[in-house]
């Protein structure tokens, strides 16, 4: 069974630009999250799609951060502009849609803002 | 509010030695899930074990095992004899019924198995 697929999977910009993020989650699960990780700490949930609709986005911030699902498949997270505490791995998960299956996470991506 | 605490940062060990990593939980809702994900430094979180709240049975997987204690609130997880491959950062991770399916993670354990 082919895993959650991210890209890129480094980036590097410079602040005030813009950056986006892709996603691809296990065939099947109705489920997809974004996480930020900070370096040093745990994920932090950042937006829960179920299928096409958000479930959660109670830690987006929505002045600068993005996401969509279309189809109810592949996802997209952008940022916009991007400022300097916004270094951090970006972390996509997927999961059944059953309450508090498992979820499998991806290899996250690395951004690094200059 | 749910809340994970990893009070130990990072961990030392020979090899063959045992480990414990500590999880201490907070949470109002009286039907919860407990997760562990290991993080090797390739970066990718991955899922070992999930207990929900009802289900206070430990368990031993291979070199794994899990404490689950409601009691004190706690969800310890032990590695015997460790091996360089262990090496990682741990981390605890709760989701409340009512939250759906958001995870709230703690701080992590970085376990350092030497050779």
């Known amino acids: 069974e082919a895993g959650v697929a991210q890209s890129p999977r480094y980036k590097i910009i410079e602040k005030r630009q813009s950056v986006a993020f892709w996603c691809n989650p296990i065939s099947g699960h109705a489920t997809l999250y974004w996480y930020q990780q900070i370096l040093g700490q745990g994920p932090k949930l950042l937006i829960q799609f179920q299928n096409n609709g958000v479930v959660d986005d109670s830690q987006l911030p929505k002045d600068r951060f993005s996401a969509e699902r279309l189809k109810g498949v592949d996802s997209t997270l952008k940022i916009q502009p991007a400022k300097l505490e916004d270094s951090a791995v970006y972390l996509c998960?997927?999961?059944?849609?059953?309450?508090?299956?498992?979820?499998?996470f991806g290899d996250g991506t690395r951004l690094s803002i200059l | 509010a749910q809340k994970v605490t990893q009070a130990q940062t990072e961990i030392s060990v020979v090899e063959k030695e045992d480990v414990t990593l500590d999880c201490v939980y907070e949470?109002?809702?009286?039907?919860?899930?407990l997760f562990w994900y290991k993080q090797p430094p390739s970066g990718e979180l991955v899922f070992l074990i999930r207990r929900n709240s009802f289900d206070e049975q430990n368990e031993i997987s291979g070199r794994y095992s899990w404490n689950f204690q409601k009691s004190t609130s706690s969800f310890n997880f032990t590695i015997t004899a460790s091996q360089v491959v262990d090496s990682a950062v741990y981390f605890c991770a709760l989701s409340e019924w009512t939250a759906g399916n958001k995870l709230t993670f703690g701080g992590g354990t970085r376990v350092l198995v030497k050779p």
């Open positions: 998960a997927s999961s059944l849609e059953w309450p508090n299956q498992p979820q499998h």
């Open positions: 949470t109002r809702d009286t039907t919860y899930y």
